[in-house]
Nanobody
Framework: QVQLVESGGGLVQAGGSLRLSCAAS????????MGWFRQPPGKEQEFVAT????????DYADSVKGRFTISRDNAKNTVYLQMNSLKPEDTAVYYC????????????????WGQGTQVTVSS
């Protein structure tokens, strides 16, 4: 069983950058499609980005396209979310997730979840 642990969250000013990491322990993460989701305060969880097992395919929510980049290093069992040009509306708890199937934007299709990391963007 894979366990996912996110890190890299914190407080940043608008326009700044953060890089989130999601380290997978246990079974190798290269067998899983990975995704990032977020839950803003008082709102429902929403899709951010997903990446295929090989890293050759990615997809993003419209709200983060051109600002966020998802990547993975299968040798390190780690997935990253580089977040640039951050906005106050990016404030949320960010979760990484894993699934056995193809890439998906639907949280319900993911089998494994990390505990989340808080990202706060001040104006």
């Amino acid at each position: 069983q894979v366990q996912l642990v996110e890190s890299g969250g914190g407080l940043v000013q608008a326009g700044g950058s953060l890089r989130l990491s999601c380290a997978a322990s246990g079974r190798t993460s290269s067998t899983y499609t990975m995704g990032w989701f977020r839950q803003p305060p008082g709102k429902e969880q929403e899709f951010v980005a997903t990446i295929s097992r090989s890293g050759g395919y990615t997809d993003y929510a419209d709200s983060v396209k051109g600002r966020f980049t998802i990547s993975r290093d299968n040798a390190k069992n780690t997935v990253y979310l580089q977040m640039n040009s951050l906005k106050p509306e990016d404030t949320a708890v960010y979760y990484c997730a894993a699934r056995s199937g193809a890439t998906s934007i639907y949280s319900a299709s993911y089998d494994l979840w990390g505990q989340g990391t808080q990202v706060t963007v001040s104006s």
